[in-house]
């Protein structure tokens, strides 16, 4: 076999994966050749402070302020800034180089993924980026690769490991969304700002990125419905529990067969969206637990799958970094084909108001005769279809008012249809209160 | 772009498996073509016996009994034959006509796959084979791609729906191992021989392919340690369940640090093995249920992962089937790299004998002072440290007299100490009978 010139690694960023991805680079060195079919030389980690870098334990002679340069001399550019900009100008800058290039920037692909793929495409460079979802788990490539022949219909991930912690938290320990959230942060799984994991931010970006791969179409990341977990009480999750449900923060990727005339030519469109919805708790989703993550796909041929494991880490995210860097550097040595994106389908991304989904919708209601046959009404009005209703009489000693607590869950609903009958349920003379609605998914 | 010339597709085969994917690429031939990059044209399905053919509903003018004329004029060939011969001839042949080739036959692979990688190797054609383990479940590609520049450290396998059926089934229903088979049997989870399944000769084939690519070392299936489930008894499986576990049918692939002197050069060597093991009731493996596979996957640096779904059926191993075919004619069209086997690390094949283990002891014994002592003096003497014990009255009114249960649970412990052991309680006065001994894993 003809021997092939070392490749020259350039890593963007030395945090907590950037380091990781260091160590192991240098520790399997010998192992990482004989998988390549050539050597691999990190060539410099490229920092934005030295002294802060320095403190890693990271090979001193490595370390630089010079991102350009570097990019400029490397064969494969690994990007673990984060955020927009400068990683944004430097993966531009090593694509237009020639180099592949390997990110684990979600923020960045959710919002200027189009343009990097594009680019990617021009100049003939790879850009890999399993380690931006779902962290050690392999989900880029399964969708990219493994269903290349197959049409995925819908995706269900659990793909925040905070929010997933917290949630788990409230089901199993009984806490409050306050104090789940304050051993989150003790325990180092959540920030010290959280609102980007607690408003579904961080999983909005990921759905972008998942849904545009399984369903070959750009899904930009305004379309993404979002809704977080803040506004969740242990109330709810509690009675979810006994209903037979756990509360899971989703990101859900569907394909959507239009009604005539809706949609363009294809009669097909797609939608992302995230919010807290009840899984049944014989769901494997509902088998996830503390800060892993899974994505369950539902394909026309495969079925049902499930990839789960670590959804972040530095560690974890560091084996999914290298997965890609073994893919980029076997290319280098044999050529051939990556990961580039695919768009070919183009399908139209639906607005949340064109979605229909289950609901439960729980109320307190006076508890004397013709109440229930009201609120039926107030259903049938909006022509949402009730499927399973439980009433139960609550013991408020010292209310002025008997009352009862009714559980109600729907057939398929619009947003908007439902929307109507919780506003008029709320309005209503019998209903004291609307307590909880949500979604029902992954029956 | 250029235009590249219609790829020529060779099917051999059209039962369950063959018939579907004949089916998918006819159906979705110019979704496929998209996502290639090229056309692709099945050219023809060779088959055994026109007559049965026909009532496959199949193109007709498709059916040869020609398979070589058909191979000899193919770019890809898909070979979906089963057994080892004509199916191992007829991949020789493709391949040394430069043609890829797709596989699902984990027989042919795991008791000639050195061969057949070899010839693929040295004639510059790749051979495909997600289909062979786990169904529509990604677990090839994952392994050899997603995992590259990591270090699998373990492996736990749920590979056979068969087992898994039957074993859930007694689990959830409390039928016995006859009754869960013949259900089994009923719904088309079981051949009519079910023993391949039932003894774990098919869940030994997988894991001698899973092993050989997770440790980059040819694993002879010879060298899988077996036992099957017939031995499994509603009461081992009640017992199992009241105490935290459930039993399911593993296939495990380890990496073990060798002793000093007792290797080879690296220190490390490699089991792979398939028994019945108690699975923590908390553990991901322990929820898949019914005829569902998973591979659960212990990396260095990634971490646990799980890749879950349907491990067998015509439709779900037509998708993996189809997911190969796109990498390949992907190939075809831009060049570079495919899933060619990797056996660099060469690692010493372990056998069952170099294995420890946690076990789960149930004695039934005689309830009087000094007989506890007694059990502990047996474990005592053959080294195997005893982390739990539970010990319950047996209400046998009429027995001559009385006695207990004893559950005793295990440190690791060798083999060949634990066989020991065992013998020395089947023979000791005290010891009414040895009910059950089982392997824990997943702990």
């Given at each position: 076999?003809?021997?092939?010139?070392?490749?020259?690694?350039?890593?963007?960023?030395?945090?907590?994966?950037g380091?990781?991805?260091?160590?192991?680079?240098?520790?399997?060195?010998?192992?990482l050749a004989?998988?390549?079919?050539?050597?691999?030389?990190?060539?410099?980690?490229?920092?934005?402070?030295?002294?802060?870098?320095?403190?890693?334990?990271?090979?001193?002679?490595?370390?630089?302020?010079?991102?350009?340069?570097?990019?400029?001399?490397?064969?494969i550019?690994?990007?673990?800034?984060?955020?927009?900009?400068?990683?944004?100008?430097?993966?531009?800058?090593?694509?237009?180089?020639?180099?592949?290039?390997?990110?684990?920037?979600?923020?960045?692909?959710?919002?200027?993924?189009?343009?990097?793929?594009?680019?990617a495409?021009?100049?003939?460079?790879?850009?890999?980026?399993?380690?931006?979802?779902?962290?050690?788990?392999?989900?880029?490539?399964?969708?990219?690769?493994s269903?290349?022949?197959?049409?995925?219909?819908?995706?269900?991930?659990?793909?925040?490991?905070?929010?997933?912690?917290?949630?788990d938290?409230?089901?199993?320990?009984?806490?409050?969304?306050?104090?789940?959230?304050?051993t989150?942060?003790e325990?180092?799984?959540?920030?010290?700002?959280?609102?980007?994991?607690i408003?579904?931010?961080?999983?909005?970006?990921?759905?972008?990125?998942?849904?545009?791969?399984?369903?070959?179409?750009?899904?930009?990341l305004?379309?993404?419905?979002?809704?977080?977990?803040?506004?969740?009480?242990?109330?709810?999750?509690?009675?979810?529990?006994?209903?037979?449900?756990?509360?899971?923060?989703?990101?859900?990727?569907?394909?959507?067969?239009?009604?005539?005339?809706?949609?363009?030519?294809?009669?097909?469109?797609?939608?992302?969206?995230?919010?807290?919805?009840?899984?049944?708790?014989?769901?494997?989703?509902?088998?996830?637990?503390?800060?892993?993550?899974?994505?369950?796909?539902?394909?026309?041929?495969?079925?049902?799958?499930?990839?789960?494991?670590?959804?972040?880490?530095?560690?974890?995210?560091?084996?999914?970094v290298?997965?890609?860097?073994?893919?980029?550097?076997?290319?280098?040595?044999?050529?051939?084909?990556g990961?580039?994106?695919?768009?070919?389908?183009?399908?139209?991304?639906?607005?949340?108001?064109?979605?229909?989904?289950?609901?439960?919708?729980?109320?307190?209601?006076?508890?004397?005769?013709?109440?229930?046959?009201?609120?039926?009404?107030?259903?049938?009005?909006?022509?949402?279809?009730v499927?399973?209703?439980?009433?139960?009489?609550?013991?408020?000693?010292?209310?002025?008012?008997?009352?009862?607590?009714?559980?109600?869950?729907?057939?398929?609903?619009?947003?908007?249809?439902?929307?109507?009958?919780?506003a008029?349920?709320?309005?209503?003379?019998?209903?004291?209160?609307?307590?909880?609605?949500?979604?029902?998914?992954?029956?």
């Amino acid at each position: 076999m003809i021997e092939y010139r070392n490749l020259r690694i350039a890593l963007l960023g030395a945090g907590n994966v950037g380091a990781q991805v260091a160590s192991l680079l240098l520790e399997h060195r010998e192992e990482l050749a004989e998988r390549i079919g050539a050597g691999i030389d990190l060539v410099g980690i490229a920092v934005r402070d030295l002294k802060a870098a320095r403190k890693a334990n990271l090979p001193e002679e490595l370390l630089t302020t010079d991102a350009e340069s570097l990019i400029l001399g490397a064969d494969i550019v690994i990007e673990l800034i984060g955020g927009i900009e400068p990683a944004r100008e430097l993966i531009l800058l090593a694509l237009n180089s020639g180099a592949d290039v390997i990110t684990a920037n979600k923020a960045l692909l959710a919002t200027h993924g189009p343009e990097l793929f594009e680019l990617a495409e021009q100049v003939g460079a790879q850009l890999y980026y399993e380690a931006a979802v779902g962290g050690a788990i392999p989900i880029i490539r399964p969708l990219h690769d493994s269903l290349a022949g197959d049409r995925v219909e819908r995706i269900l991930g659990i793909v925040n490991g905070t929010t997933n912690f917290i949630l788990d938290r409230m089901h199993n320990a009984g806490v409050s969304l306050e104090d789940a959230l304050a051993t989150a942060t003790e325990l180092g799984f959540a920030e010290a700002d959280p609102t980007a994991d607690i408003e579904g931010y961080d999983a909005a970006q990921k759905a972008a990125i998942i849904a545009s791969l399984a369903f070959h179409t750009v899904i930009p990341l305004e379309s993404v419905y979002r809704e977080g977990i803040s506004a969740i009480t242990l109330e709810q999750v509690e009675a979810a529990k006994r209903a037979g449900y756990v509360v899971k923060l989703l990101a859900i990727c569907e394909r959507i067969a239009l009604g005539k005339g809706e949609g363009k030519g294809e009669g097909e469109g797609v939608s992302a969206r995230v919010y807290p919805a009840l899984v049944p708790e014989g769901h494997p989703l509902a088998a996830v637990h503390g800060s892993k993550n899974a994505v369950f796909v539902e394909a026309e041929a495969a079925g049902d799958l499930m990839f789960y494991g670590a959804g972040a880490g530095g560690m974890e995210t560091a084996s999914a970094v290298l997965g890609d860097l073994v893919s980029a550097a076997r290319r280098h040595v044999i050529g051939g084909p990556g990961i580039a994106e695919s768009r070919h389908a183009e399908l139209e991304v639906l607005p949340m108001s064109a979605i229909t989904t289950r609901y439960q919708i729980t109320l307190v209601v006076e508890d004397r005769p013709g109440v229930l046959a009201g609120i039926a009404e107030i259903f049938r009005n909006h022509e949402v279809s009730v499927q399973t209703l439980v009433q139960s009489i609550n013991d408020e000693s010292g209310a002025s008012l008997p009352a009862a607590t009714l559980v109600i869950g729907t057939h398929e609903a619009s947003e908007s249809s439902l929307a109507a009958t919780v506003a008029e349920l709320a309005s209503s003379a019998v209903v004291k209160s609307v307590v909880s609605v949500l979604r029902v998914e992954g029956l």
